[in-house]
């Protein structure tokens, strides 16, 4: 912990607020400017572990890397496979993995690390959140200028949210992954966009 306080303290100032491309045309036609907007909260709520959730985002975390800024992990149900990451383009030296265990330490650490201007993104499972501390988060990622993915249970989507963009993701027979838009500040929400097996 205290080099990670070292790394923040010693950061310098973050780009200004700027969009990742997802890796996806089709996904990138529906998000604000074209693809996931430094400076946000995104509520990912997949129907199951393991249909493309995590390598949704591999194309924008491994151009946060080549940039050198960081990515952080907080509290993953599992723990990313090493080549897997370095397959996909992430350079390790910029990946971090918080093993937070109770809801407030993976909330504190999810403010501190997107509030950070090393970290470009911020992907948190926490086991409960409420609007406030999304709010939190919020303020927190347009701070940093940081992505923040917050992971949640597909229930939650019958739920209100301060996130600016939330996403449910599930899968057919054929492993194709569709993304149901259920809201999207500064774009239109109930729109859904399927993704090939290849990309998800």
């Known amino acids: 912990m205290e080099q990670l306080a070292r790394l923040c303290r010693s950061g310098r100032e973050g780009p200004p607020p700027r969009i990742e491309p997802s890796g996806s045309a089709n996904l990138d036609a529906v998000l604000p ?5 430094s400076g946000t ?10 249909i493309g959730e995590l390598r949704l985002l591999m194309p924008a975390l491994a151009k946060i890397t080549q940039g050198e800024r960081h990515v952080a992990m907080i509290a993953p149900p599992y723990i990313p496979f090493a080549p897997a990451l370095l397959r996909h383009g992430l350079r390790l030296e910029h990946f971090w993995i918080i093993r937070a265990q109770s809801a407030a330490d993976i909330l504190w ?8 201007k090393s970290f470009g993104a911020v992907l948190a499972w926490p086991s409960a959140i409420r609007d406030r501390e999304v709010r939190r988060l919020q303020l927190a990622a347009e701070a940093g200028s940081s ?6 249970q597909p229930s939650a989507a019958r739920e209100s949210s301060p996130a600016a ?22 774009a239109r929400a109930g729109m859904s966009v399927d993704i090939a097996p290849a990309l998800a």
């Open 33 to 37: 400017g074209g693809g996931w907007q």
């Open 41 to 50: 909260i995104v509520e990912l709520m997949p129907m199951s572990d393991g």
């Open 109 to 116: 650490s999810a403010e501190q690390t997107l509030r950070c």
């Open 147 to 152: 992505i923040g993915f917050v992971y949640r």
């Open 165 to 186: 963009v939330r996403l449910r993701l599930q899968t057919d027979v054929t492993g194709q992954l569709s993304i149901d838009v259920v809201k999207c500040r500064g």
